[in-house]
């Protein structure tokens, strides 16, 4: 079965950027979506097929997929970022990623 | 603005049955597939089930295949998932989700805000 692997945890300190990568083989061939997930709360989309942002999604999120990896990026992080992001995508049903833990520092 | 309201989470014994709905509003409900995703308390994300816009197709998990069903009423706007022989692995809160469009390859537009499932051993 097709896998995802996200780096358990990432910190960052404010106002400066955060990559979370999510792996998988030849993954730049899927469409990438990515979810952010604060404490006690439902999972939001915050980065569709591969780089587009849903309507009410700063802009400071972006996202970027090339051939073994996709990439979200948070520019300019703020406490309010700090939160679980999970990468998923389809292989014959769907497969999320194992979560990152962004820590704003 | 879209709303997914889960219910049915509760307590239930090993080997006990249970079944989720979760009832839909502001949006064309059969015109986009729905999903279950479940979550382990303080674990990650893992999908459950789904269903096309028209039932045509519906897609299970492994480790909940033969045990689960979905199922959707679209005069009724709502999705169950009637679950069976419970076993303290299934322990998670179940989400309902909203796919993008009719069919597969959806990513998740909006959930809900989860119903908890607690099988006791």
């Known amino acids: 079965s097709y896998v995802l692997t996200q780096p358990p945890s990432v910190s960052v300190a404010p106002g400066k950027t955060a990559r979370i990568t999510c792996g998988g083989n030849?993954?730049?061939?899927?469409?990438v979506h990515w979810y952010q997930q604060k404490p006690g709360q439902a999972p939001v989309l915050v980065v569709n097929d591969d780089s587009d942002r849903p309507s009410g999604i700063p802009e400071r999120f972006s996202g970027f997929t090339s051939r073994n990896s996709a990439t979200l990026t948070i520019s300019r992080v703020e406490a309010g970022d700090e939160a679980d992001y999970y990468c998923?995508?389809?292989?014959?049903?769907?497969?999320f990623g194992g979560g990152t833990k962004l820590t704003v520092l | 603005e879209v709303q997914l309201v889960e219910s049915g989470g509760v307590v239930v014994q090993r080997g006990g049955s249970l079944r989720l709905s979760c009832a839909a509003s502001?949006?064309?409900?059969?015109?986009?597939?729905m999903h279950w995703v479940r979550q382990v308390p303080g674990k990650g994300l893992e999908w459950v089930s789904f269903i096309t816009c028209d039932s045509g197709r519906r897609d299970y998990a492994d480790s909940v295949k033969g045990r689960f069903t979905i199922s959707r009423d679209n005069s009724e706007d709502s999705l169950n998932l009637q679950m069976n022989s419970l076993t303290p692995e299934d322990t998670a809160f179940y989400y309902c989700v909203k796919g993008d469009s009719c069919g597969y390859y959806n990513y998740f537009e909006s959930w809900g805000q989860g119903t908890l499932v607690t099988v006791s051993p």
């Open positions: 998923q995508v389809w292989d014959s049903l769907v497969v």
């Open positions: 030849n993954i730049g061939s899927r469409s």
């Open positions: 502001g949006f064309t409900f059969d015109d986009f597939s």
